[in-house]
């Protein structure tokens, strides 16, 4: 029997063959431009990925405007899509707009909201399922997120910066408490949750958050042991994005921005972003 990982991998090769648009989209990912901006303990790479427009200018609705239904629901799928069940309540989709080499969206089979309460566990669940990955959640107002139908998403984590400068980062973690622990860096500052105890973490997560603030999540799972990064947002997204002509930026940051890959989709913003305007817009969206 496959296991969920070489499932998984075995989608992307069927959609890659029978879905024109995920394999247009995947092929270009080859072209996409990046470029490096070095701190002292990690790096952000800047992406130009022009496909990702849709998602950086997402208005997100407020609770009482959301629809009836979404294009995360099944029957709103395009023909082409396929997924994989994963348990009775979730199904694991090809993104067909990636900016991974292997990009997941893991949707609810029902039509709920996003919110975090009674879902941290399946989070937990994918990432242990899915050990080449790292699972993420983008809060409703917390950057590249469809407010109206719960979702995770997932990356090869070795893509995603803050895996790879994890145990750079990792000397300058402070405990707060048993398996809770808190990074601040140049950019940001997050919190860190580790076990090797599902339930355990779990509690600890309820504990801090008996409400949903505005927060990114990013976990993966290694080694027997789980390890997940929260972070706590100010707000949705910086006054660069709403500026006009020369001073806007359209970067509206999620959690693959919270873990250091940032998305431009517009060729000048790739161009002309600095450290220095990742400083601040980190600063106007990011709990320090």
């Not at 991974?100 to 941290?120: D, G, R």
């Not at 999620?254 to 161009?271: K, N, Q, S, Y």
Request: proline share 6%.
């Amino acid at each position: 029997m496959l296991s969920m990982q070489n499932k998984i991998l075995k989608l992307f090769e069927d959609q890659l063959i029978l879905w024109p648009l995920a394999k247009e989209n995947y092929k270009s990912l080859s072209r996409v431009k990046t470029r490096e901006i070095a701190f002292d303990d990690f790096e952000v790479i800047i992406q130009f990925n022009p496909e990702r427009v849709r998602s950086v200018a997402a208005t997100p609705k407020m609770s009482e405007d959301l629809p009836k239904s979404c294009f995360l629901c099944k029957g709103n799928l395009p023909e082409e899509q396929q997924g994989i069940p994963f348990g009775e309540d979730f199904t694991i989709l090809c993104n067909p707009f990636p900016v991974f080499s292997k990009h997941l969206t893991i949707a609810s089979n029902k039509h709920i909201p996003q919110l975090i309460k009674n879902n941290f566990e399946t989070l937990l669940q994918l990432a242990q399922n899915l050990p080449d990955f790292a699972v993420f959640y983008n809060g409703p107002q917390c950057g590249a997120s469809a407010p109206e139908h719960l979702h995770f998403q997932a990356g090869l984590k070795t893509e995603i910066p803050l895996y790879n400068d994890f145990i750079f980062l990792k000397k300058n973690m402070k405990s707060i408490d048993n398996n809770l622990f808190k990074i601040n860096d140049e950019l940001r500052t997050f919190f860190v949750l580790e076990s090797d105890d599902l339930m355990k973490l779990s509690d600890i997560f309820y504990q801090r958050y008996p409400r949903e603030p505005l927060l990114n999540i990013l976990v993966w799972y290694e080694n027997d042991r789980w390890t997940c990064c929260v972070f706590e947002r100010k707000q949705h997204r910086p006054k660069q994005y709403f500026a006009e002509g020369e001073s806007q930026i359209l970067v509206s940051p999620a959690t693959v921005e919270m873990a250091g890959l940032i998305i431009t989709p517009r060729l000048t913003d790739f161009e002309k972003i600095t450290k220095a305007d990742l400083i601040d817009i980190f600063g106007q969206v990011v709990v320090m």
